[in-house]
């Protein structure tokens, strides 16, 4: 067996040691004589999973005890519909509801356009330029609704790699993130945010799961005519169990908490993380043949879009890359040339292999 | 490592040749020199997982070619919401829509009571008796309505272990189905159906994975005001990646779909599920100490429940069940006694272990 470096935006590369402990319990979890894949979500052993998870969770990220934390399914797409359904009031169709929205790249466009069909959305920044996301605004730049339900934003946005470097002050309105390609990534203060959601195939472990954690007073203003597995509520009463959740992505979000606090927790994760992403833009910046557009204030330290001087090169790029082990780096289709997802789970040798690799390509076909 | 025999209703036991295979290929799938949970759904490998999976349950179940299949999220519960909202038309709020319900248990008062959130809900049979169901209508006694939009049934009720022994004849309505608890236990005639829809914990896969099999012309009726994650038609344009798919869950159910091909399809299976419950009944009918209350004329063939003569013994028997290592037998607490449940992956020595086992019970403590 040989093991590639991964540097797909997600789903994503998992520890390596996770890995092998999910495959080592694959068929009797600790003496239970059965996978967990296998097991009642109410029995005690998963019960016992389930419970480790959420505590770990709550302790590496500090998270404050009026917040509930929800383990759900759909994804940040559901997540779309769910914060204007759960925070605008009023009924399905009314869309009297007033929230504000940044509108900074392709996953804050998908968020504006679901929450536009529940509510009154007012798009207090937007930096496209040119058909392109290279920038955030300035901090205090913005001006909030202050009848607003909540302000949403998307503190990363993973497919133009460009990243908040503030967390933005509403004032008394709930902020609410969509921290899919973040979360995990470095510590935050949980306390500024209302709702944080995050999908978990790129941070916290397989598709399939969804982090929410949400404020307590937020939860039960939900509109008329939203679906009982849309309302926060529904799954806040039940401990995340009104249905079948999915157990298996949610034990291995477990082994993937237990594995931060191991390491250190997130205060060490971004140590790591912000070497990685420094070394990989330093490497892009110093060279004349690699290019990155993002401004260099806002760069994600999570997903690094970068060109190649003759885009004709592309291909041979990647298949080279392939080769030295190297994968998924073809950036995505809506902006062409390369993209490395460098999130917890990569290590930094994955990084330095791919400088070096750049390095190496460039000199032969720069 | 030592196995039990796992009558959980759900999530289940899985076939012990397709727990191996996910272990043997956790760490590296057919040599990517990945795991599949860290595959980008979009890249090639993840690609030919689906299309195959996809392909094996056309293939065993039969799937007209007018039918779409889709893989998604949420569980039957979302489906409870998703029937209505995109086969009623109108917008969400108005009721207007109307649909006839079977009311036969637990599952399917849960389907009725989200759908009276979305429309007019006729309750067309209901057995529930003493607050009890152990029974279903009498094949051609029910009468629908012609303008309603489809017929809603539970074919088969996992916590009460109450079964159709026929499909309902609803002439030109549409049908639909809340298949959990019996897709892939035997053939069915997938053309009767408007709707198929089953959460994948019982015999297909992991939990947090939903196969929706719906008739193509029903797509695209969506009420307004259903969020674009409740659309069918936005999974269905899209391959059932419109967003992130639950990738792991359905590479596993394809490992499913495979087990079931090598062992014969869908009539072996049903060949073996009917013994195997065959001989259970039998046993607790046989007994004077064992009891189970539904009518014989429509019992699961999956779901066995059954009280002992003495509910002061459950504790002893479950204690002792469980040193014998048959485990999950406890019944579903809005009934109380036992259950097992013997889905596709339970072997038939699983169920000799239990008769035995039983027998053996009885005669200590009967």
Redesign the interface.
Same mark, same amino acid.
């Given at each position: +067996?040989?093991?590639?470096f /991964?540097f797909?935006?997600?789903?994503?590369?998992?520890p390596?040691e996770v *890995? &092998?402990q999910?495959?080592d319990e +694959?068929? !009797?979890w600790h003496g239970?004589?059965? #996978?967990v894949? &296998? +097991?009642?979500?109410r @029995?005690k052993e998963f019960m016992s999973i389930a419970e480790k998870a959420e505590a770990d969770l709550r302790e590496i990220m500090a998270i404050p005890d009026d917040y509930k934390v929800l383990f759900l399914?759909?994804?940040? #797409? #559901?997540q779309?519909?769910?914060v204007p359904?759960n925070l605008l009031g009023g009924?399905? @169709?009314d869309l009297s509801g007033r929230a504000d929205y940044y509108r900074t790249g392709s996953w804050s466009k998908k968020a504006i356009a &679901?929450a536009k069909?529940?509510g009154n959305v007012n798009v207090v920044a937007d930096t496209e330029s040119d058909g392109k996301f290279t920038t955030v605004p300035a901090e205090g730049s913005v001006n909030f609704d202050s009848d607003a339900a909540y302000v949403h934003y998307t503190p990363n946005e993973t497919i133009e790699g460009v990243e908040f470097p503030y967390v933005p002050d509403t004032g008394d309105v709930p902020l609410v993130a969509d921290m899919s390609s973040t979360i995990l990534s470095r510590p935050i203060d949980v306390s500024k945010f209302g709702i944080i959601y995050a @999908?978990a195939?790129k941070n916290i472990g397989?598709?399939? *799961?969804t982090v929410v954690i949400v404020r307590e007073d937020l939860i039960g203003r939900t509109m !008329? @005519?939203t679906?009982?597995?849309?309302d926060y509520q529904t799954h806040a009463k039940a401990g995340s169990m009104? /249905?079948?959740?999915? $157990?298996?992505?949610w034990y *291995?979000a477990g082994l993937v908490f237990d594995w931060i606090k191991r390491k250190g927790g997130l205060g060490a994760m971004a140590e790591v993380n912000q070497r990685k992403a420094g070394k990989l833009y330093a490497a892009i910046d110093a060279s004349g043949f690699y290019h990155n557009p993002v401004d260099p204030g806002c760069r994600s330290w999570m997903n690094v879009p970068f060109t190649l001087a003759d885009p004709a090169l592309d291909a041979t790029f990647l298949a080279e890359a392939k080769e030295a082990?190297l994968? $998924?780096l073809k950036g995505h289709r809506s902006v062409g040339g390369m993209r490395a997802s460098i999130y917890n789970a990569m290590p930094e040798e994955g990084v330095d292999a791919l400088i070096a690799f750049m390095a190496d390509f460039e000199q032969r076909h720069g």
């Open positions: +067996m040989s093991r590639v /991964n797909s935006a997600g789903p994503a590369a998992l390596q *890995l &092998e999910a495959r +694959m068929l !009797d239970a004589g059965m #996978s894949m &296998e +097991m009642s979500h @029995g399914q759909g994804g940040a #797409s #559901s779309f519909a769910m359904m009924a399905v @169709g &679901e069909r529940f @999908g195939q397989p598709a399939g *799961l !008329d @005519g679906p009982a597995m849309f009104y /249905n079948t959740p999915p $157990t298996y992505a *291995l082990g994968v $998924t």
